[in-house]
């Protein structure tokens, strides 16, 4: 069995900053892309960022400049760090990864979800 496991959420201020952490763990071979998705109240999930294996990243562009994503593969970990963080970044923060197992069967895994909430 293979399982996302994210960590980091948590309630700041806007301006302030927070780290969002994913560690994948089981019988996995490799993993391809790893990233993060968001969903707000009432909107559907959205593409925040990310990395290849090789190490290519991609981000939506209300993000840009502000978020930076990186990813260990030797723990199987992807980080988000996240700055100048603003009301409209605010919740549910979902890590995502593609990954072949043991048993080379390809997985696309979701992990809990973790809320960030941005407020004064």
């Known amino acids: 069995q293979v399982q996302l496991v994210e960590s980091g959420g948590g309630l700041v201020q806007p301006g302030e900053s927070l780290r969002l952490s994913c560690v994948a763990s089981g019988s996995i071979f490799n993993i391809n892309d790893m990233g993060w998705y968001r969903q707000a109240p009432g909107k559907e999930r959205e593409l925040v960022a990310i990395?290849?294996?090789?190490?290519?990243?991609n981000y939506a562009d209300s993000v840009k400049d502000r978020f930076t994503i990186s990813r260990d593969n030797a723990k199987n970990t992807v980080y988000l760090q996240m700055n100048s963080l603003k009301p409209d970044d605010t919740a549910v923060y979902y890590c995502?990864?593609?990954?072949?197992?043991?048993?080379?069967?390809?997985?696309?895994?979701w992990g809990q979800g973790t809320q960030v909430t941005v407020s004064s």
């Open positions: 995502n990864a593609k990954a072949l197992t043991v048993s080379r069967v390809r997985v696309n895994l």
């Open positions: 990395t290849s294996n090789g190490g290519s990243t």
